[in-house]
């Protein structure tokens, strides 16, 4: 699964505060699943939900949620196609600190696509390719 190593670095380039300290942001799978494609090829997709908790938040929300957004309309666009998987593409809770910090979890329902592909030359070895997702809008 490549998804949650992109976000991370996605998320550090954007939050300085999260750079320096890094041990303020964790992730999680907590449930997933693999879906094989029942066809010849020894080809699944990963779907899993990934929980990311910023700890110690003082900042907006805004500021996490903005290139959390721009890091799922490249990644995961399909999220924002149907107005039913938008309703529900992310999900958060907040737990509420102090009056100046919180943690902030948030969820995000992801999925990868794995083609399998035989190497040349190799009998029973395999390639493993990570799919591309198609590309989304992006209106920034």
């Given at each position: 699964?490549?998804?949650p190593a992109s976000l991370h670095a996605a998320l550090t380039a954007a939050l300085p505060e999260l750079a320096r300290d890094p041990e303020r942001m964790t992730m999680v799978i907590k449930t997933g699943s693999i879906i094989n494609t029942g066809t010849k090829a020894l080809s699944w997709e990963y779907r899993y939900t990934l929980?990311?908790?910023?700890?110690?938040w003082s900042g907006h929300a805004d500021a996490?949620?903005?290139p959390l957004l721009l890091w799922a309309r490249r990644n995961q666009p399909e999220l924002f196609d149907n107005p039913e998987r938008r309703a529900n593409a992310l999900r958060f809770n907040v737990d509420f600190l102090s009056t100046t910090?919180?943690?902030i979890a948030l969820e995000i329902d992801l999925?990868?696509?794995v083609l399998a592909r035989p190497r040349d030359g190799t009998p029973g070895a395999l390639?493993?390719?990570h799919k591309p997702e198609?590309?989304?809008p992006l209106d920034i």
């Open positions: 699964m490549l998804k929980s990311l908790i910023v700890l110690d996490i949620i903005a910090t919180v943690d999925t990868e696509a390639n493993l390719i198609p590309p989304g």
